[in-house]
């Protein structure tokens, strides 16, 4: 099955400056990675997601890029802000009838103000 | 707003009791999955269900069971709470087709 790691497990920037989180997958087949974002309390929302035919997708202040050959994709937030600080899961699946979605293992972002 | 209720947000129980955890969903989504949430660990899937009476496992069963009996409401059963089962767990939907998922606020269980 689909194995994701994600790095690093904790991140800690000052207001303004980019974070990148970065995730391996093994799953040649998979063709959709999704980023999650949890806020303290609350469950994971999806925040951008991209698809294996294209290598980058960008909103406003947050990005992904997708290296198809490597099997790495990363998420790229800039300018960022306090209420960036959150925990961030990669995942990945392949978009077929029954797939499920195989989550990293989480990056806590601290922003500091 | 389309959501995803889990009915507890904190719980407590005693080893060996019998706990049934909630979740409801109002977009009439096919398929909904529970996970459970470890640092370090990330979200790992329990079990998951494609439609009304229809369940599958998923990488951590072990210990769990799950029913469906309407397409609105999949609930995670521990028939013999342990302490090792103490964690977060996510209950989340999607709709067929499209491969985001919505998550509920979360149930953190404790047991003792």
């Known amino acids: 099955g689909e194995n994701v790691e994600q790095h690093p497990s904790t991140l800690s920037v000052q207001e303004g400056d980019s974070a990148v989180i970065k995730c391996t997958y093994s799953d040649s087949a998979s063709n959709y990675f999704p980023w999650y974002k949890q806020e303290l309390g609350k469950g994971p929302q999806l925040i951008i997601d991209?698809?294996?035919?294209?290598g980058e997708k960008k909103d406003q202040r947050i990005a992904v890029t997708l290296n198809k050959t490597a099997k790495h994709f990363s998420l790229h937030i800039t300018e960022t802000q306090p209420e960036d600080s959150a925990v961030y899961f990669c995942a990945a699946l392949r978009e077929t009838s029954g797939s499920r979605l195989t989550f990293g293992e989480g990056t806590q972002l601290t922003v500091n103000p | 707003d389309v959501k995803v209720t889990q009915s507890s947000r904190y719980l407590v129980k005693r080893t060996g009791e019998k706990v049934f955890l909630e979740c409801v969903q109002d977009?009439?989504?096919?398929?909904m999955f529970w996970y459970r949430q470890d640092p370090g660990l990330g979200l790992r899937l329990i079990y998951f269900?494609?439609?009304?009476?229809?369940?599958e496992k998923g990488d951590i069963p072990e210990g769990y069971s799950v029913s469906r009996e309407k397409k609105e409401r999949f609930s995670l059963i521990l028939e013999s709470a342990s302490t090792n089962q103490t964690s977060m767990y996510l209950c989340a939907s999607r709709t067929t087709g499209f491969y985001g998922y919505t998550f509920g606020s979360g149930t953190r269980l404790t047991v003792v």
């Open positions: 269900s494609y439609d009304v009476k229809m369940k």
């Open positions: 991209i698809r294996s035919n294209v």
């Open positions: 977009m009439d989504h096919e398929n």
